[in-house]
Structure formats: C-alpha cells, structure tokens
C-alpha cells in the first residue's frame, strides 16, 4: 500500500474506532438461542467489530411467522440502531385474510421504527416453491417505504463470471458484476461488485425491485444488464434468461432512501453471500471479496455491507432509547433436576359434566362439526353446482364439504370456476367448501388432491436429459409423473384411495412420498370399496407425518346426508377445519390443531396427553420419561370398547364401553421407544370412528421422516430416500462437519468434503456380469424399508430387496422425486436380500444442540457414531462368482486432495495378519490393490478433513476388498470362481464407525476394534 494511501486508511480506522459503537440486528428464527453461539463463534463477529459494529441476532417471527402487536415489534426492534433484514424464500404458503393483516402489521411497525430515527437493511430474497406466497407477504410488508420485489432476477450476460465446482461442497455457480457504483455514503470505496444469478435454488439470486421517487439508487447494473422474468414450464420459480423482464438496461441494485429521520438501504441479494458464509475457507468468497482473481477485480460487497450498517445508524446513535441492546454473558445450559406431570390438567371438554360424581355425561350437543370429502357436480359427472351441495350440507348438519372432481373430466376453466364457487361459498364463517380433485397417477393409481393450491396441469414440463424431449405429466387421462403435479399444487392435502389398487399395480406403500392423508374407509355411492385402516397402521411404523380424512364419491347434492351418515370427517370448528384442508406438508399438526377425526357416528371428543414429546434431558432430569394420556369419546348408541393401537404392533390398551354413552380413560406410558398411538372406537351399533394419532417420541436422537415424508432425517445422523429404492445409511455423518459446511443451503447433513460408504447391489456372476445393472438390465434393485425399533437411543431398521425396479433419470422417468411412485419389474432372478442396521445413540447432547441452539456445546463430547449391520443373502439359482470382490456390500469414498492432505492412504489388516499401509504420493499414478481381511480386522481410507470411516470384519467373517486411489475401496464377500447352489444363505456382519478424530493413522482403528470386542 503506498504512504498516502495507507496513511488515509489509518485515519479512517481512527475515525471509526473513536465514531460510537452501531448496534446491529440481524433478523433470526430462535434468535435468542442462536444468540449464544453466534457471539463466539461466527466468523463475521471479527469483521463486524473491526467496523466498530456489534452485531446480534434479533427475533424475526413477529415479521414474519407469528402475529405479534405493533408495540411488541417496535419495542424488540428499538433496542438496536440497525435491523438487517432478510426476507424469507419459504414459508408463507398462503396469503390468507389473517396473514395479510400479519403483514401490513410488521409493515407498520418497521415504518415506526424508522420514522423514529431506525436503520433497515433490507435483503430480498425470491420465492423458492410453486405457489408460495413469500413475495406477495413481503410486498405488504414493505408498503411504507415504496418498494416492491418484482418476480424478476438481475443478470449481464456480459459480465458473466463462472466459479469452477468445488468437489463436496459445491457445483458450477454463475455470478455476474457491475461497476455502476455511484458516489454515496453507502458505496464510499467500493468500485465492484459481483453478484450471484441464483440463490441456492434456481430462483433469483439478484431479485429485481420496483423503487418509488423516495429512493436514490446507489449501485446498478451496467447498461448491458437486464432483469429477466421469473417462471419456465414447470416452475413458475426458475429465473427464465429467455424472458426479458422490466428493465431492458442498467437494473437496481442497490438504494437508499430517507424515512422520517431514519434512513433504509436495500440490497436485494441472498443472504448466503453477505455473511452467511463468510470466512469459511470452502466457500469461494465470490460476492463477499474475492471477485474475480484473473481479471484482479476484487467484490466489494462486505465493505457495502459494512459502510450501510454505519451510514444507516448516523440519524440514532444520539437519540436516546435507541441501540441499547447488550448480549447477555455466555452461561452453560443446565438442566431442572426432576419434573413432574401430577399439576397438568387435561383440556377439558364442553358440555361434559359428572352428575354422580364419577360418570361423564354430555349435556350439550356434542362439540365439533362434521364434514365431507368426495363431491362431483355438473362440472363433471355429477348433478347440482357448488351453491347446491352447500346447501344440502347445511341441510344436513354439516359445516365442510370437500369436491373431488374428476380431473380427467375437468378443463382449466372449469377447475377455475370450482375454485371461485368455492370461495363464494365461503364468505360466511359457519361454513366451508373446498376444492378438490380425483385423478389416476402413471401406473394407474387413484388419488385425492384438495385445497385452494390445487392447479390444472400442463401437458409437458422440461427434460434435462439429452436429446431433451419434454416429459409428458398430463395427457388428458392420467398424470403421469405424479411428484411434479404434487409440486405445482404446492404439496396438497393429498390421500391414495385404495391400498390394494396400489400393491395390484406393482408398487409399495414404503415408497410413496409427497401425501399427507389417509382414508380408512373408502365409499362410491354409499357402497364401501376400499379399507384402509391396516395400512394407515403401517403408515405410522412407516414414520409417515400424516392425517386422516373420510372419503365418500357422490355425484348428486341429494346424496349429501347418507354420505353424511355413512362416514365424515370431524373438526373442532370452521377455521381450523379450513386451516388443515389447506396445508402444504403439515397435515399432521393442524389435524391436532382441528382436533380431526373420521367416523361412522362415534364421535372422538378429546384424545391427547403431557409429554408425549420427551423435551427434558433424561440424562439429568427425573420424571422425563413419563406420559399421561388422556381420551374421551361419545356415542348415542353406546361405547362398546375403545382399542389403542400402537401403529400396527397390536392394541397396547383396550377398554370395554359396557354400552355408555361416554367413556373417558386416562392411563400412562413411558418413553422407552417411539409409539404411534391411534384410538379404533366401535359402539353398540357396530359403528367405527378413528382418531389422529398421538406420537409418543423424542425428536433428539429418534428416526423420522422429513416432513413432506420423503426421506429419512434427524438427529440420528442417518439419510436415506425410500422413494429412489435408496439404501439404509452404512454409516452416521461427521457431525464435526458442521464446521465447515456451507450454510443456507437445504441439505441433510454437512455440505463439505466427507468421506462416505455407500451400499453396493452388485453380484458378479460368470456368464452374466455385474447383477442388476442399472445399464445392462435397465433396472434397479427395488427396496422396502421396515422399522423395528425408533428410539432415542437405538434405532433398528431393515431393507428387503427382493423385486426389480423402474429406474429413474431417464426419457421416461424423471428425477425420482418428480416422478410417480415405481412399480415392480418383476423379482429378481438370482437372489434376495434382507439388511438390518442397528444404530445407538452417539454422545452429542441434543437437548443442547436443538433445544437450545448451541451446537459446540452440545458437541463437546462428540467422538462419531457406530451402525451395526447384518444380513443375509439368499440365492435362487445356481451361480459361479467372479472377480475380485464377487459380491459387493459397500464402498468407501474419500475425497483426494494431495495438497490439503487428504484421502492419500489405504489401510487393511489382511488375511495373513498384516496390517498394510498403500499411499498415493503422486495424484496422476493412482494406486490398486485386493486382498482379503482377517477376521476382526479393519479397513479404511484415511485421512480426512473430518476424521476416519472405519470398516470392521467381526471373528468367522471372510470378506474381500479392492481399491484404487483416487477412488474407490470396495468390500464384499465370495471368491473367484466359488460356485453357488440355489437355495444357499449367506450371511454377513459387520460394523462401521465414524471417528471424528484428527488422529493420524490405524490408532482410531485399533482402539474401536478393541472397543468391539472384535
């Protein structure tokens, strides 16, 4: 730096040292939780206090989740001179009359706070999912000030920087940059700066925002730069380069304007890129700093960042009440010693009193209200208009009325006018009326789909796959990709209406995803023609989030009061039956929240309990494990015996009815492993109800499926996709990995270089070769997932692979998600599979790390985690085997990097008792070898950035390797040439553990082989 310049820089530090500390908000879920950790270890903090910042995190759910009062908001946003401000890409699901007010509420109280002299740094993010509302809710929210987020992106095609895939952590990533800065306060020594195309997802990275007169526009495009509007076939959300959007030149980027005597700066760019990630070495630092390294043309966003935060906190530094918050000092969590139930009332129910002193009697009409799903009208097959079933409903006591139309008999106009009936019916708040649909997937499935989402299809959606024919989703009869449609309708309230129709066509329950609904019973005309019960009790050992719905196909408003008396489904009341008719993902709460249940005429009044989720730490706390249950249910014709199922494990209590017309139970059960608790209600009449289920369970260390119940996810360290035949996980995650791992991002697990073991399905046969290749055979081994025991603290789980399947990423079927659910193509012909995990808990302290949101904590005694495995593998035809690991049972992957230091060794203990040692010295003259391991040996691939992945062979086991490097190291069992008769078994175990540990060589190996008794 030459003498005038380094001198001007001193007296600029000097001057922001001795200037008065700006105290910063950083709008955040759980705020206070993440607070903690965030002033120890982030790495901006340095950045932030060299600026003479001090940043924390403020709580963002009354912006945007929760409704909160004006004052409330303004008095949490007071404390701080600067808020930044990050709006959501996800969430708002729906613009519903009371969200809206939850805007224009934040909107005011924001304008309050800036008017009072506040600083707001807003970052407009796109919308991520088909018909999610996130912009529109945003847009409200920013009236006061006169801007608005266009569904629009920013992109100069001329000034385009490509940033080369970074192996592990990220792929190719596009990025563009301007040199239209214009002098200001904000941009004061910043010339460049570079921006990203798209956010992690392929919306707008750069949206595109529409300014009033009031703003001054600081940083823009240059005149070649555009913004393009947002939407594609198939994805109203994906940033569209072929569709020129409002300004064909030089677009906003960044502006500034004054607001009472507060002042507003708006850079409208995802938050992965201004801090999120900053300082983490794996990240390239793009649109931070780094910029463009071969042009010498560094980014010059952290410095904006840096320059908005004090020039928006000039006008309230001096003014009294303002920047007044100060992080309270780091203490360690601790825990209650004990915690008791015994105090905790159960809700009570209305109407319910106890004339002798033990019996309940209900002396009012019973609470609730009752609806219907199923309808046609004269849109389709069906008589009468949506005004007709309405008031046959009413007629009929009922207060919900859901349409299935057929689809395949429907136009998008006509969908159009469902909708608007609908909602014309629903102006009053005693009554409901939803839309809905009926239509048959690509392998001849039925399904409900219902709720105000709900969109006609188009015919075709893009194909990435060379030669790029577009994949057909609705041909006028079916739809053919059923994932894609569940995606356009945003994840609907959705439900499979024959169990059996499903299994006829060559598909299986475990691989379903995307619905949210089961049917128990299923009626055409009042005639039953599905039964479902049985497996909505698999659906809870499936670990499905779900609901239940009734389901009765009428086609004349005349019908409505049989179909009302042979099934409904029950509500606690008008709003919360129309809040779970139009969820997105979360039938499973607002089913608890609308206290919904299915029924012939039993009514299910309450069913609930305490503790039911295990929130208190049973390490340190007595009493955590305890759980009271409580039900109450109701029948004219009498109770004859309320069972308990336990999902489909068997009734765990049944109590007898002796005919009352209210019985009400309470009883106990403890937190020993995860239950999925369902009431079956019969009364006198021979009448059947259903209740929602109460899960007994500890999300800390349990197993679950994510919340659109596709994959496998949690705190187990365990991830795995039934849906694409994907295997039970070999191995538990490097949660250390989290040091490292680019954040913002939605992912299952660290996002940086790990190394990894994957199952392998292939058995090498003379005369046939590999078996089943995805190429060769065009199939993929198919696979159902079987859960044994869900605990907090071990986790059992099996895989059976027996049939073929259809595979996916191809001209027929797309990515698996997207797809429809696949059938089988026939068994495979030369074997079967069964594969058992058992997975204990490992020593993080999750109460530490989720409830409270402190991470490092919560790891302190983190080493890795172990999984057991065993099998067997049965043969139905004879076979010789051949190659070096004939057939294969996992393979290890590490990432190779000679530099850093990474995956350069191969270390086996062989046959013969000698622990060998293969090193990569140079990365173009790879390594190989093969042999076979000892009994109560190991192998791995080591080191890695985050520690070793061990392979364990138990005493009487005979397993073969392979391995180059770089590449893979593959294990399995059998010997060239080895013949196999039909019907022979072999079984295997073994274990694998994940040591995080930056302890070199086989020590790690020795100690957990010891530590296994092995």
Known sequence: MRPMLLSLFLVATAAWCQAPVVVLGIATHEADKHNVEFQKYDRTMPLFQQNGIQASLVEEDGLCRQTWTEAR??????????????????????????????????????????????????????VRYPGDDDERYWNLVFQPFGCQILHEGCFDATRRYEEKPAPGVLGKRTYWFTRGVKPHGVTEGASCLYLPLHDYYPGAGTPAMQYSADWQVVVSGEKEAKSYRTGVSGDPNTLNLETPGTYASAPPVVAVRGFGRGRIVCFPVSPLHTGMNYGNPLWPQTVETRGDPALGQPSDTMELQMNACRWLAEPVQQTPGFGTYTPEPYKPVEFPKSVEWDSWNFEKVAGLTYADGQEPVLQSAAPGIRGIVGAHTS????????????????????????????LELLTAAELEKLKTDCLAASQQPDFYACPGIEFTDGIGNRWAFWGE?????????????????PYTLWDGKQIHQYGKFAELCSYPPSALLDY??????????????????????????????????????????????????????????????????????????VPSAREALNTRCTAYFAAWKAHQFVSQGPRVLYWGGFNTQMESNWHYTRGAHRVRLKFVVQS????????????DLGPIRRYLGNGAKVLEREFELVHDQQHYLTLEVLDTAGKRAFSHYVWVFCYKQGLFRCGDNLNILGATGMLWHPDRMEMLSMAKQFHNGEDYSIQGWDRGGAQCPLPSVRYEDLA??????????????????????????????????????????????????????????????????????????????????????????????GEQNYQGGLIWHEGEIRFKRDVTLTGAVPISLVFFEIPTDLAQGWGHSVITTDAEGTTRVAMLREADKPIRGAGRLRPGGYAAQVPSLVGTLGFFAPPGSDFCYTYRLPGRLYIGLGRDGQEIKAGTVIPYRFAIGAFATDEAG????????RALNL
Not at 392 to 406: D, H, N, Q, T, Y
Not at 816 to 842: C, M, Q, S, W
């Open 500 to 573: 059996k129709q499903l299994r006829a066509n060559g598909a299986h329950p475990e691989n379903l995803w995307w619905f949210f609904h089961y049917l128990p019973l299923v009626y055409d005309h009042g005639k039953p023609i599905a039964n479902n019960y049985n497996d909505f009790l698999f659906g809870l050992r499936d670990l499905r989030w779900a609901a239940l719905a009734s389901f009765t196909r009428i086609t004349d408003p005349a019908e409505v009061k049989q179909a009302a008396d042979t099934l409904f489904t029950g509500f606690l009341d």
């Open 636 to 647: 004219e014709a009498g109770i004859q015996e309320v069972k308990v199922h336990d999902a």
């Open 379 to 406: 849109l389709t097959d069906g008589k009468g208009a949506v005004a007709d079933y309405v008031t046959a409903a009413k007629a009929a006591g009922l207060s919900v009325i859901v349409f299935a139309e057929p």
């Open 764 to 857: 090498y046969f003379k005369g046939v070769g590999p078996y089943p290749h995805p190429e060769t055979h065009n199939v993929i081994q198919g696979r159902q997932m079987d859960v044994a025991v869900s605990s907090y603290n071990l986790q059992v789980a099996s895989m059976d692979m027996k049939y073929l399947s259809q595979r996916f990423d191809t001209q027929e079927r797309p990515t698996p998600a997207l797809a429809t659910v696949a059938k089988d193509l026939g068994e495979n012909e030369y074997f079967e599979r069964r594969h058992t995990i058992y997975a204990p808990e490992d020593r993080r302290d999750m109460y530490v790390v989720w409830n409270y949101r402190r991470r490092h904590e």
């Open 1002 to 1009: 086989n020590a790690p190996l020795e100690h957990h082989l």
């Open 453 to 469: 989402k709900i969109v006609y299809p188009e015919a075709t959606f893009p194909n990435p796959y060379p030669p790029n024919n």
């Open 73 to 126: 908001l303004y008095q949490l946003l007071k404390v701080y001179h600067v808020v930044q401000l990050a709006t959501t890409c996800e969430g708002v699901q729906k613009l519903t009359p009371e969200v809206e007010a939850r805007a224009k509420l934040a909107g005011a109280a924001l304008a309050r706070y800036v008017q009072e002299g506040g600083g707001l740094l807003l970052q407009p993010r796109s």
